[in-house]
């Protein structure tokens, strides 16, 4: 399965992708670059900031700024990653910056339910700008 990840909100594109991984699934997730996140910019930025500063360079936690490894973070919290359920689980989910070589031939599916159209809210932050704010 191939999820095209442009103007998905990625709380949801997580979810759905983490149901999909967990029943079995390979998952490829196309465009994570592209993915949103919700709220203010001010907000994001503040909240990820703090989350990358805590702990220590050697112990962690651990970010990453690339925007293709930001969203596999997320998508990892949506797992019980501890677990061999979950181990499974994450290596069958893949997140490429565009559209890898492989995967171009393939056609690309997009969730509805998580399209930047759902928002209540015109506030929303790409992953692209949030990584390169925390890259500084």
Same mark, same amino acid.
């Given at each position: 399965? *191939?999820?095209?990840?442009?103007?998905?909100?990625?709380?949801?594109?997580?979810?759905?992708?983490?149901?999909?991984?967990?029943?079995?699934?390979?998952?490829?997730?196309?465009?994570?670059?592209?993915? *949103?996140?919700?709220?203010?910019?001010?907000?994001?930025?503040?909240?990820?900031?703090?989350?990358?500063? +805590?702990?220590?360079?050697?112990?962690?936690?651990?970010?990453?700024? +690339?925007?293709?490894?930001?969203?596999?973070?997320?998508?990892?919290?949506?797992?019980?990653?501890?677990?061999? +359920?979950?181990?499974?689980?994450?290596?069958?989910?893949?997140?490429? *910056?565009?559209?890898?070589?492989?995967?171009?031939?393939?056609?690309?599916?997009?969730?509805?339910?998580?399209?930047?159209?759902?928002?209540?809210?015109?506030?929303?932050?790409? *992953?692209?700008?949030?990584?390169?704010?925390?890259?500084?």
């Amino acid at each position: 399965m *191939i999820i095209d990840a442009e103007n998905l909100i990625v709380g949801r594109l997580a979810t759905y992708a983490t149901k999909k991984a967990l029943l079995g699934e390979k998952v490829n997730i196309i465009n994570c670059e592209e993915a *949103i996140i919700t709220g203010s910019k001010k907000e994001i930025h503040y909240r990820y900031l703090t989350k990358s500063k +805590r702990g220590t360079p050697q112990k962690g936690p651990f970010f990453s700024k +690339r925007p293709d490894m930001f969203v596999r973070r997320i998508i990892r919290g949506m797992l019980p990653y501890k677990k061999e +359920r979950g181990i499974t689980a994450y290596r069958n989910i893949m997140c490429y *910056i565009s559209t890898p070589e492989e995967l171009k031939k393939e056609k690309a599916e997009t969730i509805k339910s998580a399209h930047i159209s759902k928002l209540p809210t015109l506030k929303y932050m790409k *992953i692209k700008d949030l990584t390169k704010l925390l890259g500084k």
